[in-house]
């Protein structure tokens, strides 16, 4: 059986997952209650797990190192309670060499080598070198989903990856090109770093050590 996770733990990992957000978009993250998320991320903070802070007009939570501690616990209790550590093992094994072709192609994406600056900026003039790209992350698309099925059937908290990677994938397809890069958007980059930090996060795997 599929498990809904609680919003405490739900407020926590929102905090964690999307990096950096103010309590509307953690709310928004999981559908959860807006005052009552409010409520839950004073009780964080005040167990020191979540601060707050503000820089030039723009405010958001971010985890605490034992915020992170206590993240990963209450993931680790939940995916043993629910018996889908094996599944969500071999999902990640299957997500890493996926991982490796998005992020060429978001570099690629940025970048288009030229003679004599092989770190040159891609000017988006090239329409064959994008579209190669846009295809190479359509393939990526179409592997994501039954993935992302498989991470659904057992924690109902990964539904939606594949469908928010396929929207901006549309958009980006569409001509609307910070859709496949920018952070401030709900891009395929964004989509995809969320769901990678939600499986390491998961498995309390350090992302540094990562093959």
């Known amino acids: 059986m599929t498990r809904d996770s609680s919003p405490d ?3 926590l990992h929102a905090v964690r997952v999307t990096g950096y ?27 020191g797990w979540v601060e707050h802070t503000a820089f030039a007009g723009i405010g ?11 993240n990963e616990r209450q993931l680790a209790a939940e995916l043993a309670h629910v018996g889908g550590a094996d599944e969500v093992r071999d999902v990640y094994r299957e997500f890493l060499p996926l991982n490796a072709l998005l992020l060429r192609a978001c570099t690629d994406w940025q970048l288009r080598p030229a ?7 891609n ?3 090239d329409h064959a070198w994008d579209a190669r790209i846009l295809h190479e992350l ?12 498989r991470l659904g059937s057992i924690l109902t908290r990964f539904r939606g990856y594949d469908t928010r990677f396929g929207t901006a994938l549309a958009r980006a397809r569409a001509g ?15 989509v995809w770093f969320e769901l990678h930090e939600d499986l390491i996060a998961t498995l309390g795997i350090d992302r540094r050590a990562e093959p």
């Open 138 to 149: 359509t393939g990526i698309d179409h592997a994501l989903t039954p993935l992302a099925d």
């Open 9 to 11: 733990l739900l407020t």
């Open 60 to 70: 958001g939570w971010s985890l605490t190192e034992s915020g992170r501690t206590e």
């Open 123 to 125: 000017d988006h003039s």
């Open 176 to 190: 609307e090109g910070a859709w496949v890069d920018r952070t401030d958007v709900d891009s395929c980059h964004r």
């Open 21 to 47: 957000a103010d309590t509307p978009v953690i709310a928004q993250r999981y559908g959860l209650d807006a005052a009552e998320t409010k409520q839950l991320l004073y009780d964080a903070e005040a167990r």
């Open 115 to 121: 003679a004599g600056d092989r770190l040159a900026a």
